[in-house]
């Protein structure tokens, strides 16, 4: 079986082509100062008609969304909810649900229509997911405090965890590393989380991302590299 994995980010489109659990292509395309403005769409139209697939999963980490608990079932209000984190268009864009029952906790978001309909007018079984539902049905936990990081290209998006309940959830568009440690920090004196009690986590762009994880070093005492992508290895498509 053939399968085409696509992860878009704030400024990016990863794709992955699968076989049978095998790898065999991986490839990222990101927005520069160069680029035109249909770039990513360019490139998801050169993605879709490069072979046959048999199924297509797709993964949006892009932070228009809004986290609530299993249950809610109240979906007209799905934009609303999601226009107090970030400005949300229901003529542009398409309304999402993922639920994580692990964490009893479901995400709103929204992708783009453009993109949507591209991927739909294939024609073959596509499923889609938010990577705050992935990442944190991924995440390995205890029963105390926790910070999850999972690290993008100019993104990231973070868990706090305190006895196996999900405490925040954020996902950050920034362009700069400090920007990561200042908002981790600052997410940590807000919610009451002592620096020497707290258990850090990170995953994804580690490597891409070394001066943020050196940083983070200086102030934390318990830090772990749970994942490092590598090519042709990625934390939220794997």
Same mark, same amino acid.
């Given at each position: 079986?053939?399968? %085409?994995?696509? %992860? ?56 228009? !969304?809004? %986290?609530?608990?299993? #249950? ?6 799905? !934009?609303?909810?999601?226009?107090? $984190? ?28 453009? !993109? ?12 889609? $997911?938010?990577? #705050?539902?992935? !990442? ?51 997410? %940590? ?6 620096? $020497? ?6 995953y994804g762009e580690t490597t891409e991302n070394e001066t943020f994880i050196s940083e983070l070093q200086k102030f934390v005492k318990n830090l772990k590299i749970v994942f490092d992508n590598l090519p042709n290895k ?5």
């Amino acid at each position: 079986m053939n399968v %085409l994995n696509l %992860l878009f980010t704030k400024d990016g489109l990863i794709s992955q082509i699968a076989r049978n659990k095998s790898i065999l292509e991986e490839k990222s395309y990101f927005v520069d100062e160069d680029s035109p403005e249909d770039f990513i769409a360019g490139k998801l139209d050169e993605v879709l008609i490069k072979q046959r697939f048999d199924e297509i999963h797709v993964v949006s980490a892009l932070n228009h !969304f809004t %986290l609530m608990p299993e #249950g809610f079932s109240d979906h007209e209000s799905g !934009f609303d909810l999601i226009a107090y $984190n970030a400005p949300a268009d229901s003529g542009q864009e398409e309304l999402m649900l993922s639920i994580n029952r692990k964490f009893k906790v479901q995400f709103y978001y929204t992708f783009p229509k453009n !993109f949507y309909k591209k991927i739909k007018d294939v024609g073959i079984p596509v499923h889609f $997911n938010f990577s #705050g539902e992935k !990442f944190l049905n991924s995440v390995n936990n205890k029963n105390g405090k926790e910070i999850h990081i999972n690290l993008y290209h100019n993104q990231c998006e973070f868990f706090a965890v305190d006895r196996k309940q999900v405490i925040l959830y954020n996902n950050l568009d920034v362009s700069s590393e400090v920007d990561f440690l200042y908002f981790i920090m600052f997410t %940590l004196s807000k919610l009451g989380f002592g620096i $020497n009690e707290t258990s850090f986590y990170a995953y994804g762009e580690t490597t891409e991302n070394e001066t943020f994880i050196s940083e983070l070093q200086k102030f934390v005492k318990n830090l772990k590299i749970v994942f490092d992508n590598l090519p042709n290895k990625n934390f939220i498509l794997n």
